[in-house]
């Protein structure tokens, strides 16, 4: 089967550094994505990885250990802004299930000034 | 480049009764999801289509719940009938090849609410 864990909530401080953890389990990993959603609004693309190691774009890096089925978003300069869910997502490419993916049930940041 | 489009935003109906979904997703975009997001909760695969073909409709509750994408672009989500636990964010979302690593586009979701 499939678990995908992350903090149900967190808080930060504007202009500092917050790093939010996703640990999964599945058995045909093909990548994983991070999504940001404003209440309210759609997921929006932020990351994806499929090796292991750090991607990094602007603000927002994203890691990867596929050994270990653990992953990391990390903000820095937080912006109020950024208070937003964040939800880790792991995508399944067995049979015809190919390009699901399995979300977590998102992690809610408040940033705070 | 115009977004996925869902109508309509939002929906109020009474139990039992039937109500659809439209969307139209990115043009070009040959995989189209469904998805249903309850509140606090991450986003619930309900069906998948490639082109017009469904691929993955596991999750689908094939007993009132129903979807079509007639000529592999817009799409349909139908329940007939509706049930208190329907009330939800249905949202559509389209990507570039289901296998490849297209991320997924989200429109921006249609709230149901069933009283």
């Known amino acids: 089967g499939q678990n995908i864990d992350q903090p149900t909530e967190m808080t930060a401080t504007e202009g500092a550094i917050v790093q939010i953890n996703c640990t999964y389990q599945?058995?045909?990993?093909?990548?994983l994505f991070w999504y940001q959603q404003h209440a309210g609004e759609a997921p929006t693309f932020l990351s994806y990885?499929?090796?292991?190691g750090l991607e990094e774009k602007g603000r927002f890096s994203s890691f990867l250990s596929r050994s270990k089925g653990y992953s990391y978003l990390l903000l820095k300069e937080l912006q109020m802004k950024d208070s937003a869910s964040y939800l880790c997502?792991?995508?399944?490419?067995?049979?015809?299930?190919?390009?699901?993916?399995?979300f977590g049930q998102g992690t809610e940041l408040s940033v705070k000034p | 480049e115009a977004g996925v489009v869902q109508s309509p935003r939002y929906k109020i109906i009474e139990k039992k009764q039937p109500v659809a979904f439209w969307c139209n997703p990115i043009?070009?975009?040959?995989?189209l999801y469904w998805y249903l997001q309850n509140l606090g909760q991450g986003p619930e695969l309900l069906i998948r289509?490639?082109?017009?073909?469904?691929?993955?409709d596991s999750q689908l509750p094939k007993d009132r719940f129903s979807a079509e994408r007639l000529k592999g672009v817009d799409s349909t989500l139908k329940i007939q009938p509706a049930e208190l636990g329907d009330s939800a964010v249905y949202l559509c979302?389209?990507?570039?090849?289901?296998?490849?690593?297209?991320?997924?586009?989200f429109g921006p979701g249609t709230r149901l609410t069933v009283l």
């Open positions: 979302a389209s990507s570039f090849g289901g296998r490849s690593v297209g991320e997924q586009f």
């Open positions: 599945t058995s045909g990993f093909n990548g």
């Open positions: 997502a792991v995508r399944d490419h067995r049979g015809n299930q190919g390009g699901k993916l399995i």
């Open positions: 289509y490639e082109n017009e073909e469904a691929v993955d």
């Open positions: 043009s070009g975009h040959n995989t």
């Open positions: 990885n499929v090796l292991d």
